[in-house]
């Protein structure tokens, strides 16, 4: 009998047009440049991204299975704002996933792996050394990610990442002018990967559950000196921002 690998020719991988608008509108979103409860008018993003408006719903539905994107028959299509109970929920469930991780990572994980976790958090403290938080965030994601993949468990990872994209707008929105935050941040880091070293349980949970606690401190802190701006982006009721694509999304689309 014939393999099927004889039978069925493979699939190049390329990406389409809808997948291209989900990815551009998630990023933007992530990123802080949409921002929570901000109304995303179909005929403007449309206009703005060269596309009809199927791919644009069909994005839609696949953000709003990621609480990315609130849609309703009356509003249509609106970021989903920020919630303080969503980001309980998100470290509680985050711990319990990094713990399982940690466990596995730390069996797993190759000289290599280590390295590169290495070199990515010698990225993390130069931009926090000069106070450049986005390079610090373009460092932070694939540290984790090297950790994540070395547990060998593809839909683990997926999780993790998910999780850790949710937050990471928590981070935008209420710690971008913590300078404190983000040199804290990068120490326990350190601490991290000298844990993953040891394959130290016991001192990741810890370790890990004192973030967690850290970053919602943080969070809590900022919606109490800031403006009405801030508390908006959680709060019912406040309009943030006006109908139209912003101009940096715009340029994360080219």
Not at 67 to 82: K, M, N, W, Y
Not at 213 to 241: I, N, P
Request: glycine fraction near 2%.
């Amino acid at each position: 009998m014939r393999g099927i690998e004889n039978v069925v020719p493979s699939i190049p991988k390329r990406v389409t047009v809808r997948d291209q608008v989900y990815e551009t509108l998630r990023a933007s979103i992530l990123a802080g440049k949409l921002v929570p409860r901000q109304p995303l008018v179909e005929a403007h993003i449309s206009a703005q991204l060269n596309t009809s408006k199927t791919p644009l719903r069909e994005a839609f539905l696949r953000l709003e299975a990621e609480e990315l994107v609130t849609l309703s028959p009356h509003r249509g299509a609106v970021v989903s704002h920020l919630s303080l109970q969503e980001l309980r929920n998100c470290q509680h469930v985050r711990l319990v996933l990094e713990v399982a991780a940690f466990e596995l990572a730390a069996d797993n994980i190759t000289r290599d792996e280590l390295n590169r976790t290495r070199s990515w958090l010698d990225r993390m403290q130069d931009a926090a050394l000069r106070g450049d938080w986005e390079a610090y965030r373009q460092a932070h994601r694939p540290f984790h990610l090297t950790l994540f993949d070395a547990t060998r468990n593809p839909v683990l990872t997926k999780l993790l990442l998910d999780l850790f994209d949710r937050m990471q707008r928590y981070s935008r929105f209420c710690l971008e002018p913590n300078a404190r935050y983000w040199q804290q941040d990068e120490q326990d880091h350190h601490t991290t990967l000298a844990v993953f070293e040891r394959k130290d349980a016991v001192a990741f949970r810890e370790l890990f559950s004192r973030m967690n606690a850290d970053f919602l401190t943080y969070v809590e802190q900022a919606l109490q000196c800031h403006d009405s701006d801030l508390r908006g982006y959680f709060a019912d009721g406040v309009q943030t921002g006006d109908n139209s694509w912003p101009a940096e999304a715009t340029q994360a689309a080219n």
